[in-house]
């Protein structure tokens, strides 16, 4: 197969109907298509599919879900070697499903997307858990869930152990709350992953990336606060007129913004810029 000619237009489409509708590895290739043009959408897919045809024959179809578990950690982490990148957290690859499949390394996020999608190719539905911080999955069953850690080797989690890695992750100590368990659809796993990326552009100062993902950030799930985003990320590319009419949309819709003051000081910001540049 060709790679995908416009990955913007393929990107909505793909996001055009409702979360059970999303193929949520189609649309993680289509993401990173815009940064890799010549990436084979396709052949990435097929890739998940040789992942999963690698451990169906080791499955009877009779085990339970722990036992499920174990035969995906053995080929993912430890035949395959598959892991967490602790040394390069921030490097953009790791928000890229291709360069997390090629280099087999990831953030808890996109490698929990590679193992949802192995499982669900066999026949196995693990969810993910929207935690603060960590990104995990949960196999759900008819007792208690099986909380996944798939940044740590495909590690099954107790209430104790996630406390610690949170705690770990922040500093000080976390009590975990309800909350923290809540389920995340497609939409919103995607949503997470861009969210990444664009902290990672904007931490490098690499504006137009930073860009371009707020934009597919709000083909994805639009809200107000993409408009705010939008216009500050145009104010750093000294795009001017776009950035004002942004920021004056995102008052419009939210007049009562708890950010209002400091947006319009931007805005008062953009008409300096644009008066000394008259």
Do not use: K
Not at 135 to 161: H, K, N, S
Not at 225 to 254: I, K, M, P, S
């Amino acid at each position: 197969m060709a790679p995908v000619g416009d990955p913007r237009a393929a990107l909505a489409a793909a996001l055009s109907g409702g979360d059970e509708a999303i193929d949520l590895a189609r649309v993680m290739l289509l993401i990173a298509a815009e940064e890799y043009p010549d990436l084979d959408v396709d052949a990435y897919l097929g890739r998940l599919d040789d992942l999963a045809g690698a451990i169906r024959p080791r499955l009877s179809g009779d085990e339970g879900p722990a036992a499920v578990l174990a035969t995906i950690n053995g080929h993912l982490y430890r035949e395959l070697g598959f892991r967490g990148n602790n040394d390069e957290y921030q490097d953009p690859r790791n928000s890229f499903l291709n360069q997390v499949l090629d280099r087999r390394t990831g953030i808890p996020i996109t490698l929990a997307i590679v193992y949802m999608e192995v499982a669900r190719r066999l026949g196995h539905r693990l969810v993910g858990v929207n935690m603060p911080l960590h990104f995990m999955l949960a196999y759900e069953t008819e007792t208690e869930p099986l909380v996944v850690d798939a940044f740590d080797g495909g590690r099954i989690m107790t209430a104790a152990g996630i406390q610690e890695r949170l705690s770990a992750i922040v500093g000080r100590e976390v009590e975990l709350r309800p909350e923290h368990f809540g389920r995340a659809a497609p939409r919103m796993i995607v949503r997470r992953v861009l969210n990444n990326l664009r902290g990672i552009y904007l931490a490098s100062r690499d504006y137009p990336r930073a860009l371009a993902v707020v934009d597919r950030m709000a083909l994805v799930l639009p809200t107000n606060d993409l408009l705010r985003d939008r216009g500050l990320v145009l104010y750093r590319l000294r795009r001017h007129d776009e950035a004002e009419a942004a920021l004056r949309q995102y008052l419009e819709l939210a007049p009562g913004a708890p950010d209002r003051a400091a947006v319009e000081q931007h805005l008062d910001w953009v008409r300096r810029m644009r008066a000394e540049m008259s």
